[in-house]
């Protein structure tokens, strides 16, 4: 059993560091050469923050009441939602990026209704289902970057999680009853591998608040505060969640490893964002960030936009001289 | 952002379902706006069918315009006694009412509103301010406004005004528009006010304390009239005042014609970036327009609808024809004295039946406007319109701001007056020849003396507000 741990404590590692450091820094790639179509009127802003919050804490539940049939349509409008949005600027041809998004999704139903039966087939699984993860994690941190979210509101969307993430795994269980219930089916929101008897994951959720505070950091101050964020996501994201099954057990029945990653990544983010604003001052805002040199300007011209929202219209001139 | 799009929502939804919008969440959309420029420095790509409405498919447009009709003409049939006569005399049904069924409804004049504006006011609306047009065109019409309108004018044109640079956080805006045109004034402060902008409203007070506001002041944007922006031009002139002696950026003009050559000075004089010249009227705010860069007059369809009728029929006019431009402001942005087809008796030319190529091509547009249709003059078979001789008497060597004439037809030739000294260093053949290359036969040249000149043609700029600092 203790050789178990150990192996499954360096394999969940291996997995969260891996996907931690791919994820982030294929957002911060994107960051740095996308820009993404906006609405014309909205910025992202604290209040945003509750929303999401709320939407995170009905979320999970719906998971677990869903009949796995409407789970399965659920993620699949969910993922086809983030991959168009976030990857219509960068694939022009509509044609090519919708049979792109298809092929991902069928090709995922595909393998977990067929290919489970073997490690190999799991392996093949987790390696795609993993890809379709990584691009929405990296495509919504950078709509919501993008959108104007800032790094002040990624910490503190962090340390709310941090405790959301401990009620949710440790008082109520639900955290566990999803792991468990999510594998092995079609679109897993997890990045993950599995090796033997051992399937190792990391939450969609959690790579996405990863991404979201790098790519947040580097927009606010540049490449160094980047770095440091990187830092802090793997150590605090990754490793410590990774190993603290040494310390903690936290190891169900089939040793699948169900850690409250946010309980210690949360903390150690809004630590880092105090930190980082002490020492940098301001965050720059995203036309500041734009005109800075952290951009490579020669970016992936946006494609004209979905339909605007239906708003209202407004008088063609606001002070007119109004006469007779 | 989130929020952003349910206050958007909500205001969509509150336009569909054809009820008074909520102003408070058109307030707080202003503000969203304001973020979105401080975030990202502009706003985002769809904001020209944000401001300008979806409107580049015909068949959308023809369709918003139905809903708009019909909506304002059922609620002026519960509402309004005199549209609830008006409507019954004509024998329509006013929630089918169909655009092409609107002939069977007189237009509404000036008039009307003059002698009975009780019968105009809706039963359903508390009466907050009322409004006097300023009576250059005869006896002032007086209108009362709702709170509600109110809020939602100073709304409505914060949000498009920010969105379209018009109007930042950081910007003084100085008015001189007539006291009386509460509507106007209330317009310019509540924009303000919502933008986070300050605003200076002075008046038609004596020009050289308008340009102290407009130097020391730090003014930015200035509100005014053609005549008083002129009035300005030639006392920064006599000043020794130029284009760094002023912050401005923008003025904005209306209510009477800009001419190019009064335009031109002012750009030279203030070194503005931009000089909008926009229409509007006391009875059918907030349906406005506004001139492209090509010089066409974009009417905002977003609030009302707009028809173009022939002169003499009354008809809808044909492509290159003049037309009276007639208004019908809809419910729910017009409340407490809506009217239903004012005929403004302004003046257009239709542009040629072609696609548009200005920068609002998604909008309909006509050609500028003319003057007011009860002051064309038919001389040697051809219409002479105001705004000919406005720019024809402008553009003298004199450059004599603002231009004052009085024009006349006797026996079909054209008869003019003007000052001694706008005429000054020209022989009469100068004078001839020159408003012969401004398309005027002027067959009759009469000077009167300078002293006499205001009485020639009254302008807004004569509505002169006095001050004690003026006087000491």
């Known amino acids: 059993m203790a050789d178990d741990l150990v192996f499954t404590t360096v394999f969940e590692l291996f997995v969260a560091v891996g996907g931690t450091v791919v994820t982030t820094v294929l957002a911060l790639f994107y960051l740095r050469r996308v820009r993404l179509e906006r609405p014309a009127v909205g910025v992202f802003n604290g209040r945003d923050i509750a929303v999401l919050l709320c939407v995170l804490a009905l979320l999970p539940t719906l998971y677990v009441v869903l009949a796995h049939w409407a789970l399965t349509t659920f993620l699949a409008i969910t993922f086809m939602a983030s991959l168009s949005i976030g990857y219509r600027p960068v694939v022009r041809n509509q044609g090519l990026l919708w049979a792109g998004i298809g092929l991902l999704l069928g090709a995922n139903i595909w393998m977990a209704r067929t290919m489970l039966g073997t490690v190999l087939g799991w392996q093949l699984y987790w390696v795609e289902t993993s890809v379709i993860v990584v691009l929405g994690a990296c495509a919504v941190a950078n709509l919501y970057v993008q959108g104007g979210m800032r790094l002040k509101h990624v910490a503190r969307f962090a340390l709310l999680l941090a405790v959301y993430d401990l009620v949710f795994t440790a008082v109520t269980p639900l955290t566990n009853e999803l792991a468990q219930d999510f594998l092995g089916y079609p679109l897993d929101p997890s990045f993950g591998f599995r090796l033997g008897l051992f399937n190792a994951t990391l939450g969609l959720g959690d790579l996405l608040i990863y991404s979201l505070f790098v790519a947040a950091a580097f927009k606010a101050y540049g490449r160094s505060a980047a770095r440091f964020a990187m830092v802090v996501v793997v150590v605090f994201g990754a490793v410590i969640p990774a190993t603290a099954p040494l310390l903690i057990n936290f190891i169900d029945a089939r040793a699948d490893v169900v850690v409250p990653a946010q309980t210690f990544f949360g903390p150690g983010a809004f630590a880092a964002y105090l930190w980082l604003r002490h020492r940098y001052g301001r965050e720059r805002t995203m036309k500041e960030f734009l005109a800075s040199d952290d951009v490579v300007h020669a970016v992936v011209a946006a494609t004209p936009a979905v339909a605007v929202e239906p708003v209202p219209a407004a008088p063609a001139a606001a002070s007119a001289a109004i006469v007779d | ?472």
Not at chain 2, 76 to 81: E, I, M, N, V
Not at chain 2, 362 to 374: I, R, S
Request: glycine share 10%; hydrophobic share 40%; proline share 7%.
């Open chain 2, 1 to 472: 952002m989130f929020e952003t799009g349910i206050r958007q929502l909500r205001l969509a939804l509150g336009m569909v379902g054809g009820k008074r919008l909520n102003t408070r969440n058109l307030a707080r959309l202003v503000g969203d706006a304001l973020a979105t420029l401080q975030e990202f420095g502009e706003p985002g790509a769809d904001v020209q069918q944000l401001v300008d409405g979806p409107f580049a498919d015909p068949e959308a447009r023809d369709h918003l315009a139905t809903r708009g009709i019909q909506r304002t003409a059922a609620r002026l049939a519960q509402q309004s006694p005199f549209y609830q006569r008006r409507f019954a005399a004509a024998g329509i049904t006013p929630g089918k009412l169909k655009l092409d069924e609107l002939g069977a409804i007189p237009v509404t004049v000036k008039s009307e509103l003059v002698e009975r504006p009780a019968e105009f006011r809706c039963a359903d609306t508390e009466v907050h301010l009322t409004t006097r047009t300023t009576g250059t065109t005869g006896k002032p019409a007086e209108v009362w406004l709702s709170k509600y309108e109110i809020d939602l004018w100073a709304g409505l044109g914060a949000l498009s005004a920010v969105l379209r640079d018009e109007l930042r956080p950081t910007d003084i805006m100085q008015v001189h528009s007539s006291s009386r045109a509460t509507a106007a004034v209330h317009l310019d402060v509540g924009s303000c006010r919502l933008a986070g902008a300050g605003c200076r409203v002075l008046g038609i007070v004596p020009p050289d304390s308008a340009l102290d506001g407009l130097t020391a002041g730090g003014a930015t944007i200035m509100a005014t009239y053609p005549s008083y922006l002129a009035e300005l031009v030639v006392a920064a002139r006599r000043r020794g005042l130029g284009p760094d002696d002023f912050p401005l950026r923008r003025i904005q003009v209306g209510g009477e014609v800009l001419s190019p050559s009064l335009k031109k000075a002012a750009y030279a004089q203030f070194g503005v970036e931009s000089i909008s010249d926009s229409f509007g009227m006391t009875e059918v705010i907030p349906v406005t327009a506004r001139t492209c860069g090509q010089g066409h007059l974009h009417h905002d369809i977003n609030t009302g609808y707009v028809e173009y009728l022939d002169l003499d029929t009354g008809e809808p006019a044909r492509p290159g024809a003049l037309a009276t431009v007639v208004i019908t402001p809809f419910f729910p942005y017009r409340d407490c004295m809506p009217v239903f087809r004012y005929d403004t008796r302004d003046v257009v030319r239709l542009l040629p039946d072609e696609p548009l190529t200005c920068e609002v091509s998604a909008l309909p547009a006509c050609g500028p406007l003319l003057g007011k249709a009860d002051h064309l003059l038919r001389a040697g078979g051809e219409v002479v319109t105001g705004r000919q001789l406005t720019e024809a008497v402008e553009a003298l060597p004199s450059e004599p701001w603002p231009g004052r004439y009085r024009a006349s037809v006797h026996g079909g030739r054209l008869r003019l007056a003007l000052p001694t000294s706008a005429v000054a260093g020209l022989s009469e053949a100068d004078a001839r020849a020159h408003f012969a290359a401004h398309g005027l036969d002027v067959a009759e040249l009469t000077l009167v003396p300078d002293s006499e000149a205001v009485g020639l043609r009254p302008l807004r700029t004569d509505l002169h507000e006095l001050t004690f600092a003026a006087g000491a």
